[in-house]
């Protein structure tokens, strides 16, 4: 799966005024989280070696939130901010954002 595309006119994701920055959606389904790749973009440019970084990133994230929601430390009847740390990058997640 390569997750390097052009940026939509819409911004998924938390609004921040950090660039380069790739915004998307996850919906979650019991203990899960899928990815809404239609709800995903990106702000700014990716260089080749980021853009793959971040692919192999991503998925390392959605363990991590999913370990979150399986622990009770991310519920979706409640709000929380969590930020986790993979490979050089920063991921923001807000369980009540809709992002």
Do not use: Y
């Not at 994701?13 to 660039?19: M, Q």
């Not at 380069?20 to 080749?48: C, K, V, Y």
């Not at 980021?50 to 979150?68: C, M, S, T, V, W």
């Amino acid at each position: 799966m390569t997750m390097i595309q052009a940026s939509t006119p819409h911004q998924w994701g938390l609004k921040r005024s950090i660039t380069p920055r790739f915004g998307a959606r996850l919906i979650l389904q019991g203990s899960r989280l899928d990815f809404l790749w239609d709800r995903s973009g990106f702000i700014g440019n990716f260089s080749e070696e980021q853009g793959q970084r971040l692919n192999d990133a991503f998925p390392e994230f959605i363990k991590q939130l999913e370990n979150q929601v399986s622990v009770g430390k991310l519920d979706a009847r409640q709000q929380r901010c969590v930020n986790l740390q993979h490979a050089g990058f920063i991921c923001e997640a807000d369980t009540l954002g809709s992002h």
